[in-house]
């Protein structure tokens, strides 16, 4: 979704929480070469900065230039703005020919792809036998019990805002495609659940709040989602906004390798 980001990509930069650094040496560990990996839809760069402690080279990319432009330097990261216009052949070409990945990731993203596109892109890259190809997100908080209801009420406001394209997020990506087999970390239709812990401040939730795409839509249609009484609610039911609490964001992931060839 080329430049769905663009406009709240400072929110979106400070309101996104940490992925954990185990994640990293899991995927790591399933890798038998450790010299070049890919972060798709890199955004600010996160994922790409944490699969760098684990290989020599890593390449994000992504559509949105404003997003990039934002993105933390690092001596193994490169990255590289590519179009939607790039023809699947120059894109390979970009990142390093076919059978050169030893591993593929997409943090919070792989939904908005077109997944038959992507997905065979991702198979003439990844390094045979033993690339992987890993997709992972978050679609909820777990922080206490009234907390939890403020925000699932403000969520159902957000619904008509939505690109269709959210629904395999907001579903945990039960119903993703993904044609890949299985390493241990989840598989199509069972993803693998995982928790992301941060301590958190009401700035930094409504931040997170700010950046969701529906709030930005909802705002150019003239709906202000995040209106002065409704913000105010919010953080009255945090309990203040420089009270820090720990929140726990609900995240699931699936990873897999090129199916072999049966015969």
């Given at each position: ?45 996160q ?148 928790d ?46 420089k009270l ?13 390798r ?6």
């Amino acid at each position: 979704m080329a430049g769905l980001f663009d406009k709240q990509a400072d929110a979106y930069l400070d309101a996104r929480p940490t992925y954990p650094v185990d994640w990293y040496s899991m995927l790591a560990d399933r890798t038998s070469s450790h010299s070049l990996a890919w972060d798709i839809g890199t955004g600010n760069g996160q994922a790409a900065i944490g699969v760098a402690e684990h290989y020599d080279q890593v390449i994000g990319t992504d559509v949105s230039e404003a997003q990039l432009k934002l993105a933390k330097p690092h001596p193994r990261v490169r990255y590289l703005h590519t179009p939607l216009t790039l023809s699947d052949d120059d894109l390979i070409n970009l990142i390093g020919g076919e059978n050169s990945v030893d591993l593929v990731t997409i943090a919070q993203a792989v939904h908005w792809f077109d997944l038959p596109r992507l997905y065979s892109i991702i198979n003439r890259v990844l390094r045979k036998p033993n690339g992987v190809f890993a997709v992972w997100g978050y679609n909820d908080f777990a922080i206490t019990p009234e907390i939890d209801a403020a925000l699932k009420r403000f969520h159902g406001t957000t619904i008509p805002y939505w690109n269709e394209k959210i629904s395999y997020l907001f579903d945990g990506y039960q119903s993703l495609p993904f044609p890949f087999e299985s390493v241990g970390l989840g598989s199509e239709g069972s993803p693998l659940k995982l928790d992301i812990p941060k301590e958190l401040a009401f700035e930094g939730v409504l931040g997170m709040l700010k950046s969701w795409s529906a709030v930005v839509t909802a705002k150019e249609r003239g709906v202000d989602l995040l209106s002065e009484s409704v913000v105010k609610e919010l953080e009255n039911v945090w309990g203040g906004s420089k009270l820090v609490r720990h929140v726990v964001y609900k995240g699931f992931m699936i990873a897999g390798r090129v199916c072999r060839l049966k015969v």
